[in-house]
C-alpha cells in the first residue's frame, strides 16, 4: 500500500557532494516523523538525519554541520543535502517514514529499498 523511493545516490569524489530524495506514496492519511539511515558493510544501520512533520532536526554527530534534512510535506519527500561527503560516508542509505494510513489507525515504520552512496578518489 505505501512505498518509499530513494533517488540521487552513486559515486563522488571526497569533499563532493550529494543530494538523496525519498518519496513516499499510496495509503496515506499522514506522515509523523522521516528520516535517513546508513548501513556501512560490516557494520549496523544508524540513524543519519530525523526530521519531524513539524520540522524539528536531529543529526548523528557524525554527519552534523555537513548534512542538512529537509522535507516538502505537499510531495510526501524527504531530502537529504550531502557535504563535504567523506569515504567513511560510503555506505547504502534507506529512507525511513512514521505513517498513518488512517486517522484510527496507529502508525507504523516504513523503509526504501536503499541507494548506495560510495565516496572514493
Known sequence: QVQLVESGGGLVQPGGSLRLSCAASGSIF???????????????????????????????????????????????TVYLQMNSLKPEDTAVYYCNADIKNNPFRAPRDYWGQGTQVTVSS
Open 30 to 76: 499522514s506522515i509523523n516523523t522521516m528520516g535517513w539511515y546508513r548501513q556501512a558493510p560490516g557494520k549496523q544501520r544508524e540513524l543519519v538525519a530525523a526530521i519531524t512533520s513539524g520540522g524539528i532536526t536531529n543529526y548523528a554527530d557524525s554527519v552534523k554541520g555537513r548534512f542538512t534534512i529537509s522535507r516538502d510535506n505537499a510531495k510526501n
